[in-house]
């Protein structure tokens, strides 16, 4: 019988399992294709509608995304991605909104041609007086040959270090309005988010 | 600009750096016109706190006139203000129950990866203190970039004098929260362990709170003085047995409350487990814990131990059995300094505190890092040294 992980009753989140890949946690994403899986959780203590207003707008996300160079609006529902990769590179793809319920959820897939195929949902979970819990899955596959080899340092090694980063710039920036950084000059400032 | 940089071990010298400048819409720019140096600051001076940059610049108790501030700044040019050591953003779910030293968002998120693994949770950001802490410039300099500058700093009125409210920037407000960490109720003994500024300011305001007796305990002479001088019985270590001696002052009971205030003295991270060498020195050594193992025998049953001491990673032959036998409550943290700040201005407004006589020395800027060496040789008299960037150097 293949039934004996889910007679033992769990409440974690199925992403923090032991064993990896996890097909509860993909079988969460539409579409999802990839063999790698991220999630995150972070309480955010602004409104659900606040953070899904700033986050659907995707052409802010570079505001707290470090790796994301910018991201071009297609249409209301497609997107199209620049992001860096190591060595000066770029990889880009273009994403499509798979599902979406105001201030509650939004999930993406990579469209055919991606340098990275991925897909993934960043829900918003009404959490009362603390605000909202925001909680980000990812899957990607890493992609094959050289590019594959540059792009995997951030794809491969690096995602749930950058997932959580990224979350916490976006906790910073609905919470107190600005990224914390500990420059001392204007310059030093560009030369760390460069 | 002047500031007081690391360069490594007992190597801190005074260089010519890049003025800091405004970056985000709630910065302000400080002019310092007072900046003390903190017995954890030894820590860095010894080398033991890791994550260390050469170039970084130290300080972070420090005060001085507002030069510049950002869009959403409340300051005004020309407030004088006292700024915090720990920077804490006002916004999250933590400053909102002014739990500010576990603010969320004080730390830049890169640097939140080191005290998440550690801790669990990343905490709020420092001034001045190792990478760890936010990689954040200190304020033993001539300016200083102040993050959310609507919520640290406490305006000062004119006329009143820097040295007398210097401190709320760190070790008053530590002192105090150490004490109200106590619980005391009137009549208490309390007992403190290291009379330090943080141990004398919290024999200071136990007293405020209502003991009816404080016993200091220490092994420098001139601090047990200091201790006296605010009506505190003491205990030089050196000549007496502690245990005993709590024991047989409090009639056999124990003293209701006791206040750990040696601990490691820094305000950083102690990573122990994972600097194998710092378990090596000094202050790692057996009679460092023993101050909160001694806390927790002598303290009467069902007493509070207070723990401001700091403490960064994992601690043998912690007494767990007499803790819990005895029923005793531990409370520590690192200080929440924005939520003490206005009512310890009044304080010392209304001459209910004064913490001046802790004003060993003071020195210009440029001879900070005699300032040091001074500190770290002659902990007995050198009790704190205040550098003042607007001091002319005296004639040799």
Redesign the interface.
Same mark, same amino acid.
């Given at each position: 019988m293949d039934d004996t992980r889910s007679a033992v009753r769990d409440d974690a989140p199925a992403t923090t399992a032991k064993s990896r890949p996890d097909d509860r946690a993909i079988e969460l994403l539409i579409d999802a294709g990839g063999d790698h899986v991220v999630a995150r959780a972070v309480t955010i203590n602004r409104p659900a509608g606040e953070l899904y207003a700033y986050f659907r707008d995707f052409a802010k996300l570079p505001s707290f995304m470090e790796n994301v160079v910018r991201v071009d609006i297609l249409s209301s529902e497609r997107s199209h991605w620049v992001v860096k990769a190591p060595a000066g590179k770029t990889v880009e793809w273009d994403a499509r909104i798979t599902e979406e319920r105001d201030g509650e959820l939004i999930a993406w897939a990579s469209e055919e041609g991606a340098d990275v195929p991925n897909a993934g949902r960043i829900e918003f979970r009404d959490a009362g007086a603390r605000g909202t819990i925001v909680v980000a899955t990812i899957a990607y596959d890493p992609p094959a040959g050289t590019l594959g080899k540059l792009v995997a340092k951030i794809f491969q090694r690096e995602p749930a270090i950058q997932a959580r980063r990224d979350l916490r710039r976006f906790k910073q920036l609905m919470e107190t309005g600005e990224v914390a950084t500990a420059s001392r000059t204007k310059k030093q400032h560009d030369e760390e988010t460069a | 600009m002047r500031a007081l940089t690391w360069h490594g071990r007992h190597d801190v010298r005074v260089d010519t750096?890049?003025? %800091?400048?405004i970056? $985000? %819409? @709630?910065d302000a720019i400080i002019k310092i016109t007072s900046t003390a140096i903190c017995g954890s600051d030894l820590h860095l001076y010894d080398g033991y706190i890791p994550t260390m940059q050469k170039g970084d610049?130290l300080g972070h108790e420090f005060m001085g006139e507002v030069v510049d501030v950002g869009t @959403?700044s409340t300051l005004k040019k020309g407030q004088r203000v006292v700024v915090p050591f720990t920077i804490a +953003?006002?916004? +999250?779910?933590h400053c909102?129950k002014h739990q500010y030293s576990a603010c969320? $968002?004080?730390? %830049?998120?890169?640097?939140?990866?080191i005290a998440q693994e550690l801790y669990g949770q990343p905490m709020s950001?420092l001034f001045g203190y190792s990478h760890m802490t936010?990689?954040?410039?200190g304020g033993q300099a001539e300016y200083v @970039?102040v993050?959310?500058s609507d919520v640290g700093p406490i305006v000062i009125p004119d006329g009143v004098e820097d040295d007398k409210v210097l401190f709320l920037s760190d070790i008053l407000p530590t002192g105090w929260m150490a004490a109200e960490n106590a619980e005391i109720e009137p009549g208490d003994t309390v007992a403190v362990w290291g009379c330090g500024p943080v141990g004398l300011f919290a024999v200071q305001s136990a007293f405020l709170m209502g003991a009816a007796r404080v016993i200091a305990i220490d092994h420098f002479p001139h601090r047990l003085e200091l201790a006296r001088t605010f009506g505190a019985e003491t205990i030089n270590f050196e000549q007496s047995q502690t245990y005993e001696a709590l024991m047989e002052m409090t009639g056999g009971i124990g003293p209701d409350a006791c206040i750990d205030s040696v601990g490691l003295e820094a305000h950083g991270f102690f990573v122990d487990n994972v600097i194998d060498q710092i378990k090596k020195s000094t202050f790692l050594g057996t009679d460092r814990i023993h101050s909160v193992r001694q806390a927790i025998l002598t303290c009467r049953k069902g007493g509070r131990v207070s723990m401001p001491a700091v403490y960064g990673g994992f601690v043998d032959k912690f007494p767990l059995g007499a803790f819990m036998e005895k029923g005793l409550t531990l409370k520590t943290g690192q200080t929440h300094v924005q939520h003490y700040m206005p009512a310890l201005l009044d304080a010392i407004m209304e001459g209910k505190i004064d913490t001046t006589f802790l004003i060993s020395h003071t020195l210009p800027l440029e001879q900070a890092p005699q300032g040091y060496k001074m500190f770290h040789d002659n902990q007995n008299e050198v009790t704190k040294v205040v550098l003042k960037p607007g001091l002319a150097i005296a004639a040799e």
């Amino acid at each position: 019988m293949d039934d004996t992980r889910s007679a033992v009753r769990d409440d974690a989140p199925a992403t923090t399992a032991k064993s990896r890949p996890d097909d509860r946690a993909i079988e969460l994403l539409i579409d999802a294709g990839g063999d790698h899986v991220v999630a995150r959780a972070v309480t955010i203590n602004r409104p659900a509608g606040e953070l899904y207003a700033y986050f659907r707008d995707f052409a802010k996300l570079p505001s707290f995304m470090e790796n994301v160079v910018r991201v071009d609006i297609l249409s209301s529902e497609r997107s199209h991605w620049v992001v860096k990769a190591p060595a000066g590179k770029t990889v880009e793809w273009d994403a499509r909104i798979t599902e979406e319920r105001d201030g509650e959820l939004i999930a993406w897939a990579s469209e055919e041609g991606a340098d990275v195929p991925n897909a993934g949902r960043i829900e918003f979970r009404d959490a009362g007086a603390r605000g909202t819990i925001v909680v980000a899955t990812i899957a990607y596959d890493p992609p094959a040959g050289t590019l594959g080899k540059l792009v995997a340092k951030i794809f491969q090694r690096e995602p749930a270090i950058q997932a959580r980063r990224d979350l916490r710039r976006f906790k910073q920036l609905m919470e107190t309005g600005e990224v914390a950084t500990a420059s001392r000059t204007k310059k030093q400032h560009d030369e760390e988010t460069a | 600009m002047r500031a007081l940089t690391w360069h490594g071990r007992h190597d801190v010298r005074v260089d010519t750096v890049d003025d %800091p400048e405004i970056l $985000n %819409p @709630r910065d302000a720019i400080i002019k310092i016109t007072s900046t003390a140096i903190c017995g954890s600051d030894l820590h860095l001076y010894d080398g033991y706190i890791p994550t260390m940059q050469k170039g970084d610049i130290l300080g972070h108790e420090f005060m001085g006139e507002v030069v510049d501030v950002g869009t @959403r700044s409340t300051l005004k040019k020309g407030q004088r203000v006292v700024v915090p050591f720990t920077i804490a +953003c006002g916004s +999250c779910y933590h400053c909102g129950k002014h739990q500010y030293s576990a603010c969320d $968002n004080g730390l %830049p998120a890169d640097n939140q990866d080191i005290a998440q693994e550690l801790y669990g949770q990343p905490m709020s950001g420092l001034f001045g203190y190792s990478h760890m802490t936010g990689g954040y410039a200190g304020g033993q300099a001539e300016y200083v @970039r102040v993050p959310f500058s609507d919520v640290g700093p406490i305006v000062i009125p004119d006329g009143v004098e820097d040295d007398k409210v210097l401190f709320l920037s760190d070790i008053l407000p530590t002192g105090w929260m150490a004490a109200e960490n106590a619980e005391i109720e009137p009549g208490d003994t309390v007992a403190v362990w290291g009379c330090g500024p943080v141990g004398l300011f919290a024999v200071q305001s136990a007293f405020l709170m209502g003991a009816a007796r404080v016993i200091a305990i220490d092994h420098f002479p001139h601090r047990l003085e200091l201790a006296r001088t605010f009506g505190a019985e003491t205990i030089n270590f050196e000549q007496s047995q502690t245990y005993e001696a709590l024991m047989e002052m409090t009639g056999g009971i124990g003293p209701d409350a006791c206040i750990d205030s040696v601990g490691l003295e820094a305000h950083g991270f102690f990573v122990d487990n994972v600097i194998d060498q710092i378990k090596k020195s000094t202050f790692l050594g057996t009679d460092r814990i023993h101050s909160v193992r001694q806390a927790i025998l002598t303290c009467r049953k069902g007493g509070r131990v207070s723990m401001p001491a700091v403490y960064g990673g994992f601690v043998d032959k912690f007494p767990l059995g007499a803790f819990m036998e005895k029923g005793l409550t531990l409370k520590t943290g690192q200080t929440h300094v924005q939520h003490y700040m206005p009512a310890l201005l009044d304080a010392i407004m209304e001459g209910k505190i004064d913490t001046t006589f802790l004003i060993s020395h003071t020195l210009p800027l440029e001879q900070a890092p005699q300032g040091y060496k001074m500190f770290h040789d002659n902990q007995n008299e050198v009790t704190k040294v205040v550098l003042k960037p607007g001091l002319a150097i005296a004639a040799e």
